[in-house]
């Protein structure tokens, strides 16, 4: 009996050491790889370092893989115990491994390093909104790029949910605006917050959270020129506008459709649509096959905002918080030009924005007068 409980405590100690290494090394293997990835996305332009990518508001900061490794070996070093313990711990109960308390993470301050390295359950868990740092590839309006990351994300290319903005969308944004969560982001303009238009818990935390008159409409992002059709009555004048205006600084004003939630916007016939230029809020609004319910990211009364930590003081009442740094133009806060093209062949400028010369310019160059 003696020499049995020696061998099997032998071995544990041994499964033990070997588990905590193969997990370390796991762990540690899965960040270089997730770090390579990022690396190999970055655009010649882009910054050489890449910032962390996925984080929430730190000073008690823990890493996800590290605090998984130390509590699978400790889960293994409870084995080896248990084994010492009785020579028939093969049938015993065994302890659940709980981490320490400067382990565990707090409620609102997590650094979770590498995206790719998260679960949903261990992002849910915890309260307040998870920080994303968005690398550089995401923030380039226009061209190629844009068109890549896009037709990417939508095709499902291999690979492409190992991006760690991609994984943030899939394990945080996607699960929380589908429960009625608010995401707040960067657009081509100024920062804006996000619920998802036919989710009728999201339309009430986006009026609550911001402060705004249920009066007051609320734009509707979508994630390309196709998709306004489904939801803006899009005529045979309008058409051709579109991929003037758009992607662009412009919310266009249409009549809208039956399919859009009749819990939005209820007191009127009309809906402001968007494409903004900017890939990272197209994605968003891509990514639950539903389009946005966009606002500007700011109190109702107070300035918009041009830089993530502007907002700071929303971030415990949102699911995710995109951080692209600074956006627009320096001190430029007016955001969209708003302009109602509901009755063709004529315009009329709710918000004068940030692209109205250009703006009036398509529109008198196509026929289009200013309403009286």
Same mark, same amino acid.
């Given at each position: 009996?003696? #020499?049995?409980?020696?061998?099997?405590?032998?071995?544990?100690?041994?499964?033990?050491?070997?588990?905590?290494?193969?997990?370390?090394? +796991?762990?540690?293997?899965? %960040?270089?790889?997730?770090?390579?990835?990022?690396?190999? /996305?970055?655009?010649?332009?882009?910054?050489?370092?890449?910032?962390?990518?996925?984080?929430?508001?730190?000073?008690?900061?823990?890493?996800?893989?590290?605090?998984?490794?130390?509590?699978?070996?400790?889960?293994?070093? +409870?084995?080896?115990?248990? #084994?010492?313990?009785?020579?028939?711990? *093969?049938?015993?109960?065994?302890?659940?491994?709980?981490?320490?308390?400067?382990?565990? !993470?707090?409620?609102?301050?997590?650094?979770?390093?590498?995206? #790719?390295?998260?679960?949903?359950?261990?992002?849910?868990?915890?309260?307040?909104?998870?920080?994303?740092?968005?690398? @550089?590839?995401?923030?380039?309006?226009?061209?190629?790029?844009? +068109?890549?990351?896009?037709?990417?994300?939508? *095709?499902?290319?291999?690979?492409?949910?190992?991006?760690?903005?991609?994984?943030?969308?899939?394990?945080?944004?996607?699960?929380?605006? =589908? /429960?009625?969560? =608010?995401?707040?982001?960067?657009?081509?303009?100024?920062?804006?917050?996000?619920?998802?238009?036919?989710?009728?818990?999201?339309?009430?935390? $986006?009026?609550?959270?911001?402060?705004?008159?249920?009066?007051?409409? &609320?734009?509707? %992002?979508?994630?390309?020129?196709?998709? &306004?059709?489904?939801?803006?009555?899009?005529?045979?004048?309008?058409?051709?506008? $579109?991929?003037?205006?758009?992607?662009? *600084?412009?919310? &266009?004003?249409?009549?809208?459709? !039956?399919?859009?939630?009749?819990?939005?916007?209820?007191?009127?016939?009309?809906?402001?649509?968007?494409?903004?230029?900017?890939?990272?809020?197209?994605?968003?609004? @891509?990514? %639950?096959? @539903? !389009?946005?319910?966009?606002?500007?990211?700011?109190?109702?009364?107070?300035?918009? %905002?041009? +830089?993530?930590?502007?907002?700071?003081?929303?971030?415990?009442?949102?699911?995710?918080?995109?951080?692209?740094?600074?956006?627009?133009?320096?001190?430029?806060?007016?955001?969209?030009?708003?302009?109602?093209?509901?009755?063709?062949?004529?315009?009329?400028?709710?918000?004068?924005?940030?692209?109205?010369?250009?703006?009036?310019?398509?529109?008198?160059?196509?026929?289009?007068?200013?309403? *009286?």
């Amino acid at each position: 009996a003696t #020499a049995t409980a020696t061998a099997s405590l032998s071995t544990s100690t041994a499964l033990s050491a070997a588990l905590s290494t193969a997990t370390a090394t +796991a762990a540690s293997a899965h %960040c270089t790889s997730a770090t390579a990835r990022t690396a190999g /996305r970055t655009s010649p332009a882009a910054t050489a370092a890449t910032p962390t990518l996925l984080t929430r508001p730190a000073s008690t900061a823990c890493t996800f893989a590290a605090t998984a490794a130390t509590a699978t070996a400790a889960t293994a070093s +409870a084995a080896a115990t248990a #084994a010492t313990a009785t020579p028939t711990a *093969a049938t015993a109960t065994l302890p659940t491994a709980t981490p320490t308390a400067s382990q565990a !993470p707090s409620p609102r301050h997590i650094n979770t390093g590498t995206a #790719a390295t998260l679960s949903p359950s261990a992002m849910s868990a915890a309260a307040g909104a998870v920080v994303v740092k968005v690398p @550089q590839e995401w923030l380039q309006s226009g061209g190629d790029k844009r +068109a890549e990351i896009c037709a990417a994300a939508s *095709a499902g290319v291999d690979g492409q949910d190992q991006d760690p903005v991609e994984v943030a969308i899939r394990d945080v944004f996607v699960p929380g605006l =589908l /429960r009625g969560g =608010l995401a707040g982001a960067p657009t081509d303009t100024v920062y804006g917050l996000a619920a998802l238009t036919q989710s009728d818990k999201g339309i009430e935390a $986006l009026y609550r959270v911001k402060g705004r008159d249920h009066g007051k409409p &609320i734009a509707v %992002c979508v994630h390309d020129i196709d998709a &306004i059709a489904a939801y803006g009555v899009v005529s045979d004048r309008v058409a051709p506008l $579109l991929p003037l205006l758009l992607p662009g *600084a412009v919310t &266009i004003v249409l009549q809208r459709t !039956p399919l859009l939630n009749p819990k939005l916007n209820p007191g009127t016939h009309l809906v402001g649509l968007r494409v903004p230029d900017f890939p990272l809020i197209r994605r968003l609004a @891509q990514a %639950c096959d @539903q !389009p946005l319910a966009l606002t500007s990211a700011n109190k109702s009364g107070n300035p918009s %905002c041009l +830089a993530a930590q502007e907002f700071e003081e929303l971030w415990p009442d949102l699911e995710i918080v995109f951080d692209a740094g600074h956006v627009g133009e320096q001190g430029v806060r007016s955001g969209s030009t708003v302009v109602d093209m509901s009755v063709d062949g004529e315009y009329r400028i709710i918000r004068d924005g940030s692209a109205l010369e250009s703006t009036v310019a398509i529109l008198h160059e196509h026929g289009w007068h200013k309403a *009286a």
